[in-house]
């Protein structure tokens, strides 16, 4: 009996290494969308604040992350358009992603440049892989079954999330000895390797898997069946900054260390989103989609709470707890809200139905997040996170009726 467990063990987990296999070209190309983003965006907000910047100068970086607002305006391009080489999809991901290549390599020779140019630079890298994230996504819908979709978006979220410890928490925790220029080439040289395993995808003969569906439905139509949802995501997406986006630029100005929000931020964050991302399907398909999600916002919520408590009695541990919830309750959210942008992204072109539904409901959060720190300046971190309470539990009701909708009409157990 124990001498043939070993071998029955190791049985197993070949299996399950081979069952992951197809997810890895997609878990790659995630891994790149955390590490640049994080490293263009994610600790430059905390650094200036601890320099001492005001709160409503700091907003003004998120404008870093508006290409991923705005692919919807080429996104069609990309859907009519097939470059003389690789396959549809696949061609459009290695030409983004190697222009984020080669303008990261520029940025790493600009340290003393002007703000302007830095800025110019980080935009349009920002730009060339939310082109490549909407290419990718569009390889989704079409090549992947429905019923499988829930692991890519795991592999999705595992892989922004190992990014995101890789963009902030390994190159910008090791600035100081890497330099900007090693830094940035290091994030080049990751974007570089990550893309390999794509090019081995059989997007030709994996076309149709997706089972697209509404084939019928004119751009007109189409437009009009994904305006309601776009503005459901985008309600989502810009209560869920307010609520929980802020909270590392509170902690400091509770008088956290930026080392220790650095590694809440670098570390923490991503590591409970890789886990939560790992263990959000199953429990989907435990519990329900929309129990799922109730259970998640009922946590945001919470969190949103005590941060409000922790600002007023200037409890710096009560403000990290609250932080840290936020991150648990805010990853159950995450697979079932990529899950359903996948389903109501088929159609026949789920470049630009995915970029709609994603970066226009991005792009109509963005106004919300570069306010966000000018209004808790304004009135203060308590009054801040009490008014955004209310505003949030409406915004995650309305996500959680729109994806019980769906459902009922799929016929799928909630």
């Given at each position: 009996?124990?001498?043939?467990a070993?071998?029955?063990?190791?049985?197993?987990?070949v299996?399950a290494l081979?069952?992951?296999?197809?997810?890895?070209?997609?878990?790659?190309?995630?891994?790149?969308f955390?590490?640049?983003?994080?490293?263009?965006?994610?600790?430059?907000p905390?650094?200036?604040?601890?320099?001492?910047?005001?709160?409503?100068?700091?907003?003004?970086?998120?404008?870093?992350?508006?290409?991923?607002?705005?692919?919807?305006?080429?996104?069609?391009?990309?859907?009519?358009?097939?470059?003389?080489?690789l396959?549809?999809?696949?061609?459009w991901?290695?030409?983004?992603?190697?222009?984020?290549?080669?303008?990261?390599?520029?940025?790493?020779?600009g340290?003393?440049?002007?703000?302007?140019?830095?800025?110019?630079?980080a935009?349009?890298?920002?730009?060339?892989?939310?082109?490549?994230?909407?290419?990718?996504?569009?390889?989704?819908?079409?090549?992947?079954?429905?019923?499988?979709?829930s692991?890519?978006?795991?592999?999705?979220?595992?892989?922004?999330?190992?990014?995101?410890?890789?963009?902030?928490?390994?190159l910008?925790?090791s600035?100081?000895s890497?330099?900007?220029?090693?830094?940035?080439?290091?994030?080049?040289?990751?974007?570089?390797?990550?893309?390999?395993?794509?090019?081995?995808?059989?997007?030709?003969?994996?076309?149709g898997?997706?089972?697209?569906?509404?084939?019928?439905?004119?751009?007109?139509?189409?437009?009009?069946?994904l305006?309601g949802?776009?503005?459901?995501?985008?309600?989502?997406?810009?209560?869920?900054?307010?609520v929980?986006?802020?909270?590392?630029?509170?902690?400091?100005d509770?008088?956290?260390?930026?080392?220790?929000?650095?590694?809440l931020?670098?570390?923490?964050?991503?590591?409970v989103?890789?886990?939560?991302?790992?263990?959000?399907?199953?429990?989907?398909?435990?519990?329900?989609?929309v129990?799922?999600?109730a259970?998640?916002?009922?946590?945001?919520?919470?969190?949103?709470?005590?941060?409000?408590?922790?600002?007023?009695?200037?409890?710096?541990d009560?403000?990290?707890?609250?932080?840290?919830?936020?991150?648990?309750?805010?990853?159950?959210?995450?697979?079932?809200?990529?899950?359903?942008?996948?389903?109501?992204?088929?159609?026949?072109?789920?470049?630009?139905?995915?970029?709609?539904?994603?970066?226009?409901?991005?792009f109509a959060a963005?106004p919300?997040r570069?306010?966000?720190?000018?209004?808790?300046?304004?009135?203060?971190?308590?009054?801040?996170?009490?008014?955004?309470?209310?505003?949030?539990?409406?915004?995650?009701?309305?996500?959680?009726?729109?994806?019980?909708?769906?459902?009922?009409?799929?016929?799928?157990?909630?």
């Amino acid at each position: 009996m124990t001498g043939s467990a070993g071998p029955a063990i190791g049985t197993r987990v070949v299996d399950a290494l081979a069952g992951l296999r197809p997810l890895a070209p997609f878990f790659c190309l995630y891994v790149t969308f955390g590490a640049t983003l994080g490293f263009l965006s994610g600790g430059a907000p905390l650094i200036l604040r601890a320099r001492g910047v005001e709160l409503a100068e700091v907003g003004l970086l998120q404008l870093i992350n508006l290409p991923v607002g705005l692919t919807f305006l080429w996104a069609p391009v990309l859907d009519r358009l097939r470059l003389p080489f690789l396959s549809h999809r696949i061609g459009w991901i290695v030409v983004a992603q190697a222009a984020s290549v080669l303008l990261l390599v520029a940025l790493s020779f600009g340290e003393t440049w002007p703000l302007p140019a830095l800025l110019a630079l980080a935009i349009a890298a920002c730009a060339c892989v939310a082109t490549m994230d909407i290419a990718l996504e569009a390889l989704v819908v079409e090549t992947v079954p429905a019923d499988e979709r829930s692991y890519v978006a795991s592999a999705k979220l595992c892989g922004a999330s190992l990014g995101g410890i890789l963009g902030v928490g390994v190159l910008v925790g090791s600035y100081d000895s890497l330099g900007w220029h090693g830094a940035v080439l290091a994030c080049a040289a990751l974007d570089a390797l990550c893309l390999l395993p794509i090019l081995g995808y059989g997007e030709a003969r994996l076309r149709g898997a997706g089972q697209s569906l509404e084939r019928g439905s004119g751009a007109l139509a189409r437009l009009r069946r994904l305006a309601g949802r776009v503005l459901v995501l985008g309600a989502y997406f810009a209560a869920s900054y307010l609520v929980a986006g802020p909270n590392t630029l509170a902690l400091l100005d509770l008088g956290v260390s930026l080392g220790q929000v650095g590694s809440l931020t670098g570390t923490v964050l991503p590591a409970v989103n890789l886990v939560m991302a790992l263990a959000a399907g199953g429990l989907a398909a435990r519990f329900g989609t929309v129990r799922l999600i109730a259970a998640g916002a009922l946590g945001v919520l919470a969190s949103g709470g005590l941060m409000a408590v922790a600002c007023a009695g200037r409890m710096a541990d009560l403000g990290i707890a609250a932080t840290v919830l936020s991150f648990v309750a805010g990853g159950f959210l995450g697979v079932p809200v990529f899950n359903m942008i996948y389903r109501w992204a088929q159609g026949p072109r789920p470049a630009t139905d995915y970029a709609l539904l994603f970066g226009a409901a991005f792009f109509a959060a963005m106004p919300l997040r570069v306010a966000a720190p000018a209004l808790a300046g304004w009135v203060g971190w308590p009054g801040y996170f009490a008014a955004s309470l209310p505003l949030y539990a409406a915004a995650v009701a309305w996500l959680a009726v729109a994806v019980g909708r769906t459902l009922r009409a799929d016929g799928v157990a909630r």
